[in-house]
T-cell receptor, first 115, second 111 residues
Framework: NAGVTQTPKFQVLKTGQSMTLQCAQDMNHEYMSWYRQDPGMGLRLIHYSVGAGITDQGEVPNGYNVSRSTTEDFPLRLLSAAPSQTSVYFC??????????????FGEGSRLTVL | KNEVEQSPQNLTAQEGEFITINCSYSVGISALHWLQQHPGGGIVSLFMLSSGKKKHGRLIATINIQEKHSSLHITASHPRDSAVYICAVRYSGGGADGLTFGKGTHLIIQP
């Protein structure tokens, strides 16, 4: 099993550019989430999905878009990058309650810099 | 907003010492996770627990539901244990959006 695969690992953008962070998991997890990690702060939820075709907003959704067309993939789109979106992004997945152990699996992270 | 408090924020110890990292939360939870993040690295799940105690190698995690408190212990610490340790809780009734993370404990083990 590859687990959670997240790409790219590093990206530099100019203000106003758009890009997509890719996330894929091969564990048939129902739940997938995107977090951002900033210095001095805990991980904060951007968007999440409880299954294919279902997404919802987390704590800090502004400026980001997601879709979940398949169980495996959960891409995060930055619509018009801003310097405030400079951060490290993590994708995570886990089984729904009662469907598995509930253990969290994270991607390796994507370090994004917006100039 | 329900908070997760970790202590200490930073901890430096000598190789071989017994390490304790604490996590407190505010209301009822369905699960608590301990995670490890090495510098510049990804995040790895160490434990998920909802009661009692779990052990894996030199790591032990305990939770006291009544006191709303969990501890992560490292026995015979080693420099490779140097990392950020993160506590995360899933509040009762929380689904995929129900995780709240602590800010992490930066642990350095000196040889």
């Amino acid at each position: 099993n590859a687990g959670v695969t997240q790409t790219p690992k590093f990206q530099v953008l100019k203000t106003g550019q758009s890009m997509t962070l890719q996330c894929a998991q091969d564990m048939n997890h129902e739940y997938m989430s995107w977090y951002r990690q900033d210095p001095g702060m805990g991980l904060r939820l951007i968007h999440y999905s409880v299954g294919a075709g279902i997404t919802d907003q987390g704590e800090v959704p502004n400026g980001y878009n997601v879709s979940r067309s398949t169980t495996e993939d959960f891409p995060l789109r930055l619509l018009s990058a801003a310097p405030s979106q400079t951060s490290v992004y993590f994708c995570a997945s886990n089984h729904a309650a009662g469907q598995g152990s509930g253990e969290l699996f994270f991607g390796e992270g994507s370090r994004l810099t917006v100039l | 907003k329900n908070e997760v408090e970790q202590s200490p924020q930073n901890l430096t110890a000598q190789e071989g010492e017994f390490i304790t990292i604490n996590c407190s939360y505010s209301v009822g939870i369905s699960a608590l996770h301990w995670l490890q993040q090495h510098p510049g690295g990804g995040i790895v799940s160490l434990f998920m627990l909802s009661s009692g105690k779990k052990k894996h190698g030199r790591l032990i995690a305990t939770i006291n539901i009544q006191e709303k408190h969990s501890s992560l212990h490292i026995t015979a610490s080693h420099p490779r244990d140097s990392a950020v340790y993160i506590c995360a809780v899933r509040y009762s009734g929380g689904g995929a959006d129900g995780l709240t993370f602590g800010k992490g404990t930066h642990l350095i083990i000196q040889p």
